[in-house]
């Protein structure tokens, strides 16, 4: 496929300003939030289930009305255009084509709907079907198609309206995980091929990495953190972000909150700890797994006690050479270290 060959696809950067979406009465599901998405950026939207994350995705696409704010695409305000009208289109969870359809009229679809004569829009579907390599398969019916195929006939009917924006509600969550990360891989091929802006929802933080130009952290309608995959995992803004990316300490201090990352947190004997002038925090062994190519101790902090389902206060990831040189083990008192250059202050 060529980017030259799709007609008229420009991407377009899309903007969100005091966007709210209340339902009914009590606290909104999407709490006046602000935010621009360059144009040709590929966009994920990250947070955990509930948050807000579909019906901000839904209010962009027109599939759910503004309750206040407003949806700007290029400038334009588009924030009570019909969804047809805007310039946007869906991708939904598992791609849902049409069973009963052929992978042709399953592209075709929305030219039928808009009237488009069946030679047209065969014409046009089969155009598409080509541009991803499907051209040979387009009689198919979805249940004699692969996952990667099917995604690609999603793909080519989602860009038969000719978007600027393509808009993703967890595409790939009900994949098994292989063919997720296959998946995953080749839609971000096709958001550079194409050039489009493409927005797209997730609650997994290592699919959002994976794939994120911009990642938008969302927590209770509100976004808690935006940034480069780089940037959030590295700097999270405050103790949500930094728990929800996962792979962070959140140590208390006297000062206040830091984030240390769990490989840059470090740990000694308590008995052979030696004052480095480091910050040092005492600490339980309550927790030590073999993850593979590491070894990943719990700790508590002394004088505390956690409930059964709970996780441990603190971790550490040790190489398996480290471990197999200074083993530690359950209920050992410990003193856990870091290099202040490692420890970022978190927000409340
Ligand atoms: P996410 O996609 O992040 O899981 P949603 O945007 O679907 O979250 O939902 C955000 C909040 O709005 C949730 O509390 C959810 O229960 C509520 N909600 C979503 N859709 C509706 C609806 N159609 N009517 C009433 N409440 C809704
Ligand atoms: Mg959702």
Redesign the pocket.
């Known amino acids: 496929m060529h980017v030259d060959d799709i007609p008229q696809a420009q991407a377009a950067a899309i903007e969100v300003v005091g966007l709210t ?1 209340l ?2 009465v009590g606290k909104p ?2 709490d006046s939030i602000n935010l621009r998405i360059a144009s040709g950026s590929y966009c994920c939207l990250l ?12 209010m962009i696409a027109g599939h ?1 009305s503004v309750t206040s704010g407003d949806v700007l695409l290029e400038n334009r305000n588009i924030t009570n255009l019909p969804a047809a009208e805007r310039g946007t289109a869906m991708m939904f969870q598992s791609f849902a084509l049409f069973p009963h359809l052929s992978a042709l009229d399953n592209v075709a679809f929305s030219l039928k709907m808009k009237g488009v004569s069946r030679d047209e829009r065969h014409k046009k579907g089969l155009d598409l079907l080509e541009r991803v390599a499907m051209g040979h398969l387009a009689q198919r019916k979805p249940a004699e198609l692969s996952g990667g195929q099917q995604q690609r006939v999603a793909l080519a009917r989602a860009l038969i309206t000719q978007p600027k924006a393509l808009l993703l ?1 967890e595409p790939l969550s009900a994949l098994d995980p292989l063919l997720r990360i296959q998946m995953r891989a080749e839609l971000r091929r096709w958001q550079k091929e194409l050039g489009l802006t493409f927005i797209h ?1 997730t ?1 997994s933080q290592e699919e959002a990495m994976a794939l994120a130009d911009t990642m938008v952290v ?1 927590n209770n ?1 509100l976004i808690e953190q935006t940034g480069s995959p780089h940037t959030i995992y590295n700097r999270p803004a405050n103790e949500f972000v930094a728990r929800f990316m996962g792979g962070h300490n959140v140590i208390d201090l006297p000062t206040g909150k830091v984030g240390v990352r769990t490989d840059k947190t470090y740990v000694s004997h308590a008995d052979s700890a030696e004052s480095t002038g480091l910050p040092m925090v005492p600490a339980i062994v309550t927790d030590v797994e073999y993850q593979g190519n590491y070894v990943l101790l719990g700790l508590q902090h002394p004088g505390t006690t956690r409930s059964a389902n709970a996780t441990a206060d603190l971790s550490v990831m040790l190489s398996e050479g480290q471990f197999a040189r200074e083993p530690f083990s359950v209920g050992e008192a410990v003193q856990v270290t870091w290099t202040p250059q490692s420890a970022h202050p978190l927000s409340a």
């Open positions: 979406k339902y009914g599901a999407v947070g955990p289930s509930g948050c807000g994350k579909s019906t901000t995705l839904r759910e509600d929802v609650h969302m309608g």
